[in-house]
Structure formats: C-alpha cells, structure tokens
C-alpha cells in the first residue's frame, strides 16, 4: 500500500464532494461539499496544495449495465480540468451506487435526504475514496484507471 494522502471527488453537477484520507490510506474522512461553478477547480487546487496529496480519485457514474451516462462524460472531462489545474495524478474509479448508499448511509443516523444533500455529496465522496483505499489495500495495486492530463 502506498503511503500519503488521498484527495476523493463525487463530481455532481450542482455540487462536488469532497473527501481525504490519512497519510497510510487507511480511512477516508469528509472534508466539503463545494458549489459547482467556475471556482471549483480553483477551491479544489486550494486543497491539494494544503494537503499536499499523493493523487486524486473521482467518481466515475458508470450505467448499472457499466456504460457511459451524460454523467460520466461530465466526470471525465472535470477530472481532465482538475489534473491540468492541479498537476496531480488522477484516477477515476467506479463510483455505481454511492449517492444511494450515502442516502442510505444518512437515513439510518436519522438524517433526511431532502435537507441533507450537501452531506450527502461529502459521504458519497468519502464512499468513493474508502473503495480506492479499499481496492488498492486488498489488490495491492492502485485502483480504478489513471488518467492523462
């Protein structure tokens, strides 16, 4: 497994979630949920130069069949935006069924959808960077596919 920081990104197309890990890798922690819009990607390069990451890993909205939606053109083309800006590595993994198991997630703490979909953008992306973490940990290869810049 390889040590440092991971950034996790759930890409929607009202708001973008954001997630981290601990320098082992281990556990991925929620950090915020930003607003879409022409300052995202200059929020997000804001937090890579804080935390300093190893790389970044969003979410790819596969179909449940496994082919490409309007959603994952939409997540593939902000992850190539984000690696240009950032000058990080970038990795897209599978990100099926996230949003359902965030709500999921909220709903049994007690927490409703209709006032939470900020937090439910944050938990999507700690779900999609816990998978990598996950995945990487158990393969013993990085996850999902690295892309070019």
């Given at each position: 497994m390889r040590t440092g920081i991971r950034i996790g990104v759930d890409v929607g197309r009202a708001r973008v979630g954001v997630a981290r890990s601990d320098r082992d890798g281990l556990l991925a922690t929620p950090v915020a949920t930003l607003t879409?819009?022409?300052?995202?990607?200059?929020?997000?390069?804001d937090l890579v130069l804080e935390l300093e990451p190893l790389e970044l890993v969003v979410g790819l909205p596969l179909s449940l069949s496994g082919g490409d939606?309007?959603?994952?053109?939409?997540?593939?083309d902000f992850a190539r935006e984000l690696g240009a800006a950032t000058g990080m590595p970038v990795r897209l993994v599978d990100e099926r069924l996230t949003t359902v198991s965030a709500q999921r997630a909220l709903h049994d703490v007690g927490r409703r959808t209709?006032?939470?979909?900020?937090?439910?953008?944050q938990v999507a992306a700690v779900?999609?960077?816990?998978?990598?973490?996950?995945?990487?940990?158990?393969?013993?290869?990085?996850?999902?596919?690295?892309i070019d810049p």
């Open positions: 879409r819009g022409s300052a995202t990607i200059g929020e997000l390069r939606t309007a959603s994952t053109t939409d997540a593939r209709r006032g939470s979909r900020p937090v439910i953008d779900i999609i960077l816990q998978n990598a973490l996950d995945f990487e940990r158990s393969a013993a290869r990085p996850p999902g596919n690295l």
